[in-house]
């Protein structure tokens, strides 16, 4: 049965992480974002709390803790509770999301792809006193969207059981809080075997303080500055052998980077949330700036009688719903076990679009007033398009989308 | 709790429809567009398939209930086949629908019965007016309320069926609101005008309808002597033309990518080539968007949510720029050759536009 109603318990949720947003993330976005690479430790402290008082690390996806007996009857919406609270955070401000202990790619690897014992090993440290931070690093100098040039190596040392890893990743989200500032960690993608091609990659587990392993940039990017972005190196460094996540032979599938592949079926509709929020904050804030100078806008009129300011923000809800209505039946789909491959790019693809054209347009329409950094407008602005960007660009996601729509391999359409 | 599923009883309905759609419609549609005709025998076909009937209540010798979510997964059923035979096999709802919606228990009792009862009739109504920026809050048609008669004056187009109508129901404006009427066949003052010419529907005959001093008693105004809200009207057609836009813009999509797996271009398929191939994941992801966005506005519908005309119009806002760029984009994928009469996507194009004029011609 076709239903468009909040689940109450998301509902009642939203309306705390509101809370969270207005009151901790909105009054310090500003300077948060001039000054680049602080850490906005109030929140995070704040964050870490709240997150644990909840009974844990409810930002990542599939935390199957939610699951207790009796619970049957309802379906699962554990990824659509999670899409709520990355909207509202993200209409907070996106890059002091990225700052959430705890909740990021790595572990969400760990979940993922881990034993049972790795995710006790690598996943309680989320629940002790201070906040903890994971990474996840895949993208290197000369591999971004094309993954599988990655050059990393892992090699193992059967003399001690130790994997040595070597190499250089970029562009790593978190990677100063999860090595530097915590005892977190970064699950570092690398190949076993180079000659495998995509079937030798695997990831690993590296821990803060690991020999070997060094922060060596912070990048100054265009948004969400609030988020460290940063180089790791390697140089013969050696982990302990039950680091690896999957298996450790070299298979002539690809079964170990479809892992990580079907991954982003949640974690891209994730990034459509981000997106989503952004996009809510600016028409909210667009609209509230018409109606105080006496804009009203005429629902209803035929387009010829509409002012063209009129039409533009009825475009943006328009776009502002149906990327949302669309990055939340891709999580249902995942909720409900549905394979979801395409829904999900379909979302980070659209989402992606509209939160760009949105901003854009915004900071248009407000003339002088919205090019300021009196109001947080020009910042989504700049913090918008990264979600275009990260975990698969646009292309990459229309790439993936078509291929599901037209039965092809990625052999056929590259 | 969201679900995007549509139930057992929808999906038997859509079922039922598509196989309609795909081996009536579709197959007719283009033969129909070129002779202008639909022959009644593929329209009564369609009136069979009972989805007025079934989502009308038993006192009105219906068989269920009315639910606009339905109605737009029907209607964007119907449309896939052929937008001009969907509006056609759909025309009586324009009558019945409405006065199910906003009349009185007398008229639905009067009114009702006879439509769905019987064969398919060409029930009809009257909203549209040839201007530029027809507005349906703010029409030329007047209505005047003289006693026990209401007066209507006025110049109306794009009415279906109109010559051979049994009855249809009127719109005109009344001292500043928009008023239906159920003005019976022959009834005097009525002219029926011309057959319109258009760029698209050229299946469905559209005519200019005239009336001059129509003098029509005032228990015909819909709801009755105090007459209705107008506003869920509008919120029902928005809808329902939302939903054909999308039925239309599947259509164009999924012959696209048929005919792009087909089709050798440099030595690989059209679709392999990434500038074809991004076309069509942007058309499928567009259309997938604001589907939804259509199915919560008939939710709200149904539920009787506040914002449910407001978010009607936004399905509309967005169906029609979708269905325009899909259609325009099929016919590009397609080539040279999506531009010959051989291809329906042609016709697509053209009825795609046509959902920046439509208003009023279908209903949920
Ligand atoms: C702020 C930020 C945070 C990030 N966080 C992380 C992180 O935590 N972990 C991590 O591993 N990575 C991270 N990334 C990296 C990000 O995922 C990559 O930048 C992205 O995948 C694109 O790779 P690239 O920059 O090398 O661009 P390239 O791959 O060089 O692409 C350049 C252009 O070519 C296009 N293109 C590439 N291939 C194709 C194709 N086959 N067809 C058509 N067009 C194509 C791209 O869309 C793009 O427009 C982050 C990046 C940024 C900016």
């Known amino acids: ?414 | 709790m969201y679900s995007f599923k549509p139930s057992e009883e929808q999906q038997m309905l859509i079922d039922a429809i598509k196989r309609y759609a795909m081996d009536d419609l579709r197959a007719a549609a283009r033969e129909a567009e070129e002779e202008g005709h639909l022959p009644a025998d593929l329209v009564e076909k369609g009136w069979e398939l009972g989805y007025l009937q079934a989502s009308t209540p038993e006192a009105y010798d219906g068989f269920g209930e009315r639910s606009a979510v339905t109605g737009a997964l029907a209607l964007e059923e119907l449309a896939y086949g052929d937008l001009a035979g969907a509006m056609a096999v759909m025309t009586p709802a324009l009558f019945a629908t409405p006065i199910l919606l906003a009349g009185s228990e007398a008229q639905k009792k009067a009114y009702i019965p006879p439509v769905i009862e019987m064969e398919w009739k060409p029930f009809t109504a009257a909203l549209m007016e040839q201007k530029f920026d027809f507005d349906p809050n703010d029409l030329t048609t007047t209505a005047t309320i003289e006693g026990d008669t209401i007066v209507i004056n006025g110049e109306k187009s794009y009415v279906p069926y109109a010559a051979d109508a049994e009855a249809m129901l009127v719109y005109a404006n009344l001292n500043g609101a928009t008023q239906a009427v159920i003005v019976p066949k022959e009834t005097t003052g009525v002219a029926i005008g011309e057959r319109q010419k258009l760029l698209g529907l050229n299946a469905l005959p559209f005519y200019t309808v005239s009336f001059q001093n129509v003098h029509i008693p005032l228990e015909n105004r819909l709801g009755g002597t105090e007459g209705h809200d107008f506003a869920q009207i509008v919120a029902a057609s928005n809808v329902a033309l939302a939903a054909m836009a999308i039925g239309v813009s599947s259509a164009a999509l999924d012959y696209a990518i048929e005919y792009a797996k087909d089709r050798d271009v440099f030595g690989v398929k059209v679709a392999q080539k990434q500038a074809i191939a991004f076309m069509i994941a942007e058309m499928g992801t567009t259309i997938e968007a604001i589907r939804l966005l259509v199915w919560e506005a008939a939710w709200m519908i149904d539920e009787g949510k506040p914002d449910s005309s407001k978010q009607a119009y936004l399905a509309l806002s967005g169906a029609m720029d979708a269905v325009m760029m899909v259609t325009d984009r099929a016919v590009q994928i397609l080539g040279g050759h999506g531009y010959i009469r051989e291809h329906p996507v042609e016709m697509w194009m053209r009825n795609g536009r046509g959902f920046a004029a439509f208003n009023g011609l279908a209903i949920v």
Not at chain 1, 45 to 71: L, R, Y
Not at chain 1, 170 to 188: M, N
């Open chain 1, 1 to 414: 049965m076709i239903d468009f109603e909040t689940p109450k318990p998301i509902e009642q949720l939203n309306n705390v992480v509101e809370t969270v947003a207005v009151n901790m993330m909105r009054p310090v976005s500003r300077e948060m974002d001039e000054k680049e690479h602080a850490i906005p430790w109030d929140f995070i402290n704040f964050m870490h709390t709240a997150v644990k008082s909840m009974g844990g690390t409810s930002m990542t996806p599939d935390s199957d803790k939610s699951k207790k007996d009796g619970e049957e009857k309802h379906p699962p919406i554990g990824y659509q509770r999670l899409a709520h609270m990355v909207e509202m955070l993200a209409w907070g401000d996106a890059g002091m999301y990225l700052c959430i202990p705890g909740g990021m790619l790595g572990s969400a690897a760990v979940a993922a792809s881990g034993t049972p014992e790795q995710k006790k090993r690598f996943l309680s440290r989320f629940m002790g006193e201070k906040p903890v931070f994971d990474a996840m690093a895949m993208t290197e100098p000369q591999a971004g969207s094309d993954t599988s040039a990655i050059r990393s190596s892992a090699v193992l040392d059967e003399a001690t059981n130790e994997w040595v890893l070597n190499g250089e990743k970029i562009f790593v989200t978190a990677g100063q809080k999860a090595l530097i500032e915590s005892d977190g960690f970064v699950v570092v993608w690398a190949t076993i075997d180079p000659a495998a091609g995509r079937g030798g990659m695997r990831s690993f587990v590296v821990e803060a303080g690991t020999p070997g392993c060094k922060v060596t940039k912070q990048e100054h990017k265009l948004g969400i500055r609030a988020s460290d972005t940063v180089s790791i190196v390697f140089q013969d460094c050696r982990i302990p052998f039950e680091n690896i996540l999957g298996s450790p032979t070299v298979e002539k599938s690809t079964k170990g980077f479809k892992g990580a592949m079907a991954t982003f079926d949640a974690t891209r509709p994730i990034i459509a949330s981000q997106a989503v929020g952004i996009a809510r904050a600016t028409v909210e804030l667009i609209k509230e700036e018409l109606a105080k100078n006496g804009v009203e806008i005429r629902y209803g009129l035929p387009r010829q009688k509409l002012t063209s300011l009129e039409r533009d923000v009825i475009d943006m809800e328009v776009m502002l719903r149906s990327a949302w209505l669309l990055t939340l039946k891709s999580l249902w789909m995942a909720d409900n076990k549905i394979h979801n491959p395409k829904e999900a790019s379909m979302a980070k693809v659209y989402a992606g679009d509209i939160v760009v054209k949105i901003t854009q347009k915004a900071v248009e329409l407000l003339g002088p007033l919205g090019y300021t950094r009196e109001l947080l407008l020009e910042k989504w602005f700049r913090d918008a398009k990264i979600t275009d960007l990260y975990e698969g660009t646009g292309q990459i996601n229309r790439m993936v989308v078509a291929r599901n729509m037209l039965g092809y391999r990625g052999s056929q359409l590259r």
